[in-house]
């Protein structure tokens, strides 16, 4: 009897072990509604200066790239979906293919720099709020590609470390208007 139960339990046991290991090692598909994996890998060696990192490491900074691109519980509108919201705005098919393209660049360069540790980065979650709500006023004032270049400009420079996170506000790109009293 004790024999029967052990031929049984123990080639179940050594498939779930097995199981088990091959989840674990198993990476989760890379979203297809992301830019490619890879050209967030290069970069993440790039910036820290290495031919290969710690798998765990690497695993960790995709995921924060992940959020950037679809979101968190607690800021539920990734770059896709404010990108799509801001596409849905424009009328011109030409103006809407030069605002999805340059979206995509200034995707991947944001959320590069957005993704590392916090002692290394210079575009912190306060900057990516910002654009997210001046992304909102450009499309109401069907200031598309204006803003745009105004983001590119402020991202290169925060990038390069010739301005600081903090400089960035709303009021950079949208200045409250004063009216005067009539």
Same mark, same amino acid.
């Given at each position: 009897?004790?024999?029967?139960?052990?031929?049984?339990?123990?080639?179940?046991?050594?498939?779930?072990?097995?199981?088990?290991?091959?989840?674990?090692?198993?990476?989760?598909?890379?979203?297809?509604?992301?830019?490619?994996?890879?050209?967030?890998?290069? !970069?993440?060696?790039?910036?820290?200066?290495? /031919?290969? %990192? *710690?798998?765990?490491?690497?695993?960790?900074?995709? +995921?924060?790239?992940?959020?950037?691109?679809?979101?968190?519980?607690?800021?539920?509108?990734?770059?896709?979906?404010?990108?799509?919201?801001?596409?849905?705005?424009?009328?011109?098919?030409?103006?809407?293919?030069?605002?999805?393209?340059?979206?995509?660049?200034?995707?991947?360069?944001?959320?590069?720099?957005?993704?590392?540790?916090?002692?290394?980065?210079?575009?912190?979650?306060?900057?990516? !709020?910002?654009?997210?709500?001046?992304?909102? /006023?450009? %499309? *109401?004032?069907?200031?598309?590609?204006?803003?745009? +270049?105004?983001?590119?400009?402020?991202?290169?420079?925060?990038?390069?470390?010739?301005?600081?996170?903090?400089?960035?506000?709303?009021?950079?790109?949208?200045?409250?208007?004063?009216?005067?009293?009539?």
């Amino acid at each position: 009897m004790l024999y029967k139960i052990y031929r049984i339990s123990f080639p179940l046991g050594l498939l779930f072990l097995v199981s088990a290991c091959q989840s674990w090692l198993t990476k989760p598909a890379w979203p297809t509604d992301l830019p490619p994996r890879q050209v967030f890998v290069e !970069a993440f060696l790039e910036n820290r200066n290495l /031919e290969q %990192a *710690e798998p765990a490491v690497l695993e960790s900074h995709l +995921s924060w790239i992940q959020r950037f691109y679809q979101g968190t519980l607690l800021y539920p509108n990734g770059w896709n979906q404010a990108t799509e919201q801001f596409l849905a705005t424009i009328t011109d098919t030409r103006i809407k293919q030069e605002v999805e393209q340059r979206m995509y660049a200034l995707g991947i360069e944001i959320a590069n720099e957005w993704a590392q540790d916090n002692h290394q980065r210079n575009i912190d979650n306060t900057n990516v !709020a910002i654009w997210g709500s001046a992304l909102r /006023e450009a %499309a *109401e004032r069907n200031d598309h590609l204006a803003f745009i +270049s105004k983001v590119e400009k402020d991202v290169a420079k925060l990038i390069a470390r010739e301005i600081s996170a903090g400089e960035i506000d709303y009021e950079r790109y949208y200045p409250d208007e004063d009216y005067g009293n009539f």
